[in-house]
């Protein structure tokens, strides 16, 4: 199935605008008196594709003003792998893997409709740029081939891309926390102290401890971006910020090859893997290939941008690319984004890294594992039947009628406090073992107060990220969120008191495509860099939400319970949740 979308002849009123309904980016002016213009000749169109969690958007986008023309977004095939194989091969608990090829469909599909909906001739576009999730890693051949698509290790499950959310790395990452802090490794401190369960390092070891042949087998591990650039332009390359937040590559080297020893004999192995030429952000990795071409409709030659983080592009599409401007990209996960001048160790931090976002600054990431996927998993599996019905009867989804009924709820009302854990803490714990608690249930407790100590519960998860930056000393001076959760009205109301902060909403329906087609447009030569095309191409602001200062002050009260549950299940009050998740590890063994 593919969506297709026109952008509308004018932007619609957002006083006009209702929950559910899309809404399109059109006629975005350059920022500023001063503003460069672009350098490009006739081409005027670059295209950007977005490859996330359960689908791929590609976006038609004009490189002198940031106007979608077009836009279609196709969902994979297989979706993610948490239970089986395509074949039925059973997964363990915590397993999250994609097929390669649903990515390749969405260039075979999604690109050729996005230009068909934008009425542009393949002759006008000059770049095509891509972002996905992150970390999620390949493993392959030495000409790009993933090994799940031979025919031998079709059924092995570690010859599948590990998808950014699989989590059951987490023992390997606790392995090489301890053996790096052992050791006084120079680079742990720039990851907040640890490594988490999702990035390249562990995962690599998963492999080789668990599947030794399939590690032997593997001639490269790549993340999934910079393999798909590699599928447009036939050349293998490596993006910076990806080899530096998710592969651990500071100060010009990875991890060494004595440390790699020092976790298992034979790791060292795994560098020659890794490395490949670094390409930085906004740069060119290559030209479209003949073969590429043909998939994608697109002339062969065009400009073809270094892979890319999703969120990290996304900061371009939001104009967030200045110090101290904090983009929070509210989705499946959550991923706190943001640029300063200087460096600084913040405690629980993803990473940092020294052009990771945009060239010149230091760049930082933290998160949230489970954002959306815990909204979800709550009305698909705890809402009563009645509750499904009454929302038929509206009119509505059961997300906007759990939002009307807690809308109206004070502060604390409900009597409920909870830890957004269901996907384990990527920031600032970094533990995915740790898993969701709900507290305060009474025989009086409703659906809808549940969904609204979770919506909390996500906010103050962003909270304790936000005041980890700021106890460090990197000022958050400004805060745009982004994403699919920003059609929720309640959730930004909830989030803008419980931060006590302004909140921009990025006027965009596919950011991360656009931050894509950003960085497309400065590989093409249509803008010098990538501040210069975020300032012209960057999406507009949908509306601000301001904090209640009656709501806030409520806020601070619940908050304060929510960090003592937070550092006594989290830091070792009590390992009563590692010990539940060991228990059902055994069970499904």
């Keep these: 199935m593919v969506l297709l979308a026109f952008a509308p002849a004018a932007r619609p009123d957002v006083r006009q605008w209702r929950q559910g309904e899309p809404w399109w980016q059109e006629g975005i002016a350059v920022a500023g008196a001063g503003a460069a213009r672009p350098t490009a000749g006739p081409a005027r169109f670059v295209v950007g594709v977005d490859f996330g969690t359960l689908s791929g958007r590609a976006v038609v986008v004009d490189v002198a003003d940031g106007t979608v023309r077009g836009e279609a977004v196709h969902p994979y095939r297989h979706g993610v792998l948490s239970e089986r194989l395509p074949d039925g091969t059973p997964l363990p608990p915590d397993w999250a893997l994609q097929h390669p090829d649903d990515h390749r469909e969405v260039l075979r599909v999604a690109v050729p409709a996005a230009l068909r909906a934008a009425g542009v001739g393949p002759q006008d576009v000059c770049g095509i740029g891509v972002d996905a999730t992150s970390c999620t890693l390949l493993p392959t051949l030495a000409d790009g081939t993933p090994l799940c698509e031979l025919p031998d290790l079709a059924g092995r499950p570690h010859a599948y891309p590990k998808l950014w959310k699989h989590h059951a790395a987490q023992r390997q990452a606790d392995r090489i926390n301890d053996v790096a802090t052992a050791r006084g490794e120079r680079w742990l401190p720039r990851y907040g102290g640890r490594v988490s369960a999702e990035w390249q390092l562990a995962k690599a070891l998963q492999v080789l401890q668990e599947d030794p042949a399939v590690f032997d087998r593997a001639e490269r591990f790549i993340e ?332 601070d009260e619940l908050y304060a319970h929510y960090r003592a549950l937070h550092d006594h299940f989290g830091r070792g009050g009590t390992d009563v949740l590692h010990h539940l998740r060991s228990l059902r590890h055994r069970h499904h063994r």
């Design 224 to 555: 999934a971006a910079d393999w798909l650039v590699w599928q447009l332009c036939g050349r293998e390359t490596r993006n910076v910020p990806a080899a530096g937040y998710k592969g651990l590559r500071q100060d010009g080297r990875y991890p060494s090859a004595e440390f790699l020893r020092a976790l298992h004999p034979r790791l060292d192995g795994l560098l020659p893997r890794v490395d490949g030429p670094l390409v930085p952000t906004g740069a060119r990795a290559g030209r479209l290939s003949a073969d590429a071409a043909r998939w994608t409709g697109l002339p062969a030659g065009t400009a073809v941008a270094a892979g890319a983080i999703d969120a990290h592009v996304t900061a371009a599409a939001a104009r967030a690319v200045e110090p101290g401007r904090m983009l929070a990209v509210l989705g499946t996960s959550t991923c706190l984004i943001m640029n300063a001048a200087a460096y600084r160790e913040v405690p629980g931090v993803c990473g940092v890294v020294e052009g990771g976002v945009t060239a010149g600054t230091w760049g930082y990431e933290a998160g949230q594992s489970g954002v959306g996927d815990i909204f979800a998993w709550y009305a698909r599996n705890a809402l009563p039947a009645g509750y499904a019905d009454e929302a038929r009867r509206r009119g509505l989804s059961p997300y906007e009628l759990l939002d009307t009924l807690a809308a109206d709820q004070p502060v604390g009302g409900h009597g409920l406090l909870a830890l957004d854990w269901h996907s384990g803490n990527r920031s600032v714990l970094m533990d995915h073992e740790l898993s969701g608690v709900l507290v305060g249930l009474t025989l009086a407790t409703r659906p809808e107060e549940i969904w609204r100590a979770l919506l909390e519960a996500t906010a103050f998860g962003a909270r304790t990220v936000v005041d980890a930056f700021t106890a460090a000393g990197v000022a958050v001076d400004e805060l745009t969120v982004a994403g699919g959760l920003t059609r929720n009205r309640l959730l930004l109301r909830i989030y803008a008191d419980v931060l006590n902060r302004p909140l921009h909403v990025l006027d965009s329906a596919h950011p991360a495509a656009l931050g894509a087609a950003i960085h497309a447009a400065v590989a093409a030569g249509a803008w010098p860099d990538v501040p210069a095309a975020s300032a012209a191409m960057g999406a507009a602001r949908r509306e601000t939400w301001h904090p209640d200062p009656a709501r806030a002050a409520a806020y």
